[in-house]
Nanobody, 123 residues
Framework: QMQLQGAGENSVQAGGSLRLSCADENTHGSYCLGWFRQAPGKEREGVAAICRSTYYADSVKGRFTISRDSADNTVHLQMNNLQPEDTANYFC????????????????????WGQGTQVTVSS
C-alpha cells in the first residue's frame, strides 16, 4: 500500500542530490510516513519521518528533508550532499494509527512498506 515512484536505482557522485517519492495508497491515509534504509549486512534504520512533526536521524540532519503532499498523498525525501555512507536500499513506509510512545524512526512502528530503491553514492 505504499508505491515507490520513479526509477528503481539511483546513482550519484558524492555531493550530489536525489529525490525519492512514494505514494501512500492507504484508503484512510497515514498518521506517519517514513523513509528507511538498509545497507548490506546492516539492520534497517530510520532516516526521516513525518507525523505531526518531522524527525531525522542524526546522520542526515541538515542534508535530507522529508515532505508530505496531502493533495496527492505522496511523501518525498530530498537528499542533498549525499555521501558514500548513504549508499543503501531505501524504503518508504506508513503507519496508519497514532503513535504515542514509540519512535517515529523505528521500523517496527510501521505497517505498510513500499518496494526498495537502491541508492548508490560513489566517491
Amino acid at each position: 500500500q505504499m508505491q515507490l515512484q520513479g526509477a528503481g536505482e539511483n546513482s550519484v557522485q558524492a555531493g550530489g542530490s536525489l529525490r525519492l517519492s512514494c505514494a501512500d495508497e492507504n484508503t484512510h491515509g497515514s498518521y506517519c510516513l517514513g523513509w528507511f534504509r538498509q545497507a548490506p549486512g546492516k539492520e534497517r534504520e530510520g532516516v526521516a519521518a513525518i507525523c505531526r512533526s518531522t524527525y531525522y536521524a542524526d546522520s542526515v540532519k541538515g542534508r535530507f528533508t522529508i515532505s508530505r503532499d496531502s493533495a496527492d498523498n505522496t511523501v518525498h525525501l530530498q537528499m542533498n550532499n549525499l555521501q558514500p555512507e548513504d549508499t543503501a536500499n531505501y524504503f518508504c513506509a506508513s503507519r496508519p494509527t497514532i503513535l504515542v510512545f514509540g519512535s517515529p524512526l523505528s521500523p517496527t512502528e510501521y505497517s505498510y512498506w513500499g518496494q526498495g530503491t537502491q541508492v548508490t553514492v560513489s566517491s
